[in-house]
């Protein structure tokens, strides 16, 4: 496909790099030509300089044949225009992010009225994976299939569980619930595993399952899975708005501590029933006196990656509470996997899947499109969930007899609302969602799953 990226922040860049990767044409557009001068090596893209509401920009581009055009500039209103001028001026689909909480109830309106076909909000995506991973503080990262009635739990084995040396297979057997393992991380390594596979002390483990088994399972190793019922929270900005909206409503006790005097009279007007802490949350000190002893949650985000991660670390020494740390840049990711921030939040990453998601959705919609995509395991795999739509290779055979890809794992069927975690004679049927977690990139329709 033909696809152009306005705006090469944090945001573009690493969409128009995941997109060359499936061997997209990119086309990037940014108004500061030193930032794409930043790129230009690591970015197998064309690059423009200029403003992307432009026409003679975009026409310069080639929106007249684009398939898709996604807006990430700093400013939801730039966002909004590029798109609306591209639907004018091509017949390509678009995609803005709008970030401003003031748009978030107005987002239907907006899209409709521009004929926008996809808008996403990074702040709002992010909130609500903390939100999901508050409410089950054991594991480190949670992703929702099936409007989500399934979910794909990563938790980190530790002694006490008593898992060491265990395969996969006896871990099934052992397991209470009906849970499948998907992926292993261990190390730089990340496995499918097969049920051979032997279970260590420190291996990240991914599972599927629905709420209720994914529950019935953590308590049978002996993980707390009762939500969180405080929260203590460093920075007040948009995510944190978000955040704690969403957690009153599950009635979680909210602290917010802002060093902005006129940002925490703000946050008082739109969280009435939140306390907060005018601060410095860098003041140890100030912490203690806010209970952060007792807080069962602690959540850092500030706009500085250095100070969250040095604050998730001290409450890490003060605290038994949930560690949810924000990290902006993902350059040093495999160095912050070694820190033990507990669950760690990359905004850029949840709307560059969600992005992918919709783009591979657009290039097959006839008979089985991607609903749900999300990079897995320290991003080395992908968790796909496909929607049957019509008949094909892999529907009506038992999942024994398929030929798989190597590194592919079929992990769940929903079929009107029943959660199956399949076995060899279970089939694909039309009308089924089926989620399928592989190392294999790229895959854009079910048919993808077996190999040529």
Known sequence: MKIIIIGCGKVGFALAEELTREEHDVTVIDASAQRLQEVAEDLDALQIVGNGSSISVLMEAGVKDADLLVAVTGSDELNLLCCLIAKKTGHCQTVARVRNPVYNKEIGFIKDSLGISMIINPELAAAMEIARLLRFPSAIKIDTFAKGRVELLKFRIKPEFHLDQLSIAELSRKAKGDVLVTGVERGEEAYIPNG?????????????????????????IGLKTNQVKNCMMVGGG?????????????????????????????????????????????????LKEENLENAEAFVTLTNMDEENILLALFAKENTSAKLVTKVNRISFDGIIDQLDLGSVIYPKYITTDYILQYTRAMQNSIGSNVETLYHILDNKAEALEFSIRENSQVADVPLKDLHLKNNLLIGCINRNGKIIIPRGNDCIQVGDTVIVVTTQKGLDDIQDILAR
């Open 196 to 220: 051979d596979f032997v279970l260590k002390n420190g291996d990240f483990i991914s599972i599927i399952a629905s709420p209720r088994n994914a529950a019935a399972f953590f308590y049978g």
């Open 238 to 286: 948009t995510i944190a708005v978000y955040l704690a909206r969403q957690l009153l409503d599950m009635k979680i006790k909210v602290v917010i501590v802002e060093k902005s005097k006129k940002r925490c009279e703000e946050l008082a007007r739109t969280l009435p029933e939140a306390v907060i802490i005018h601060g410095d949350g860098t003041n140890k000190k100030l």
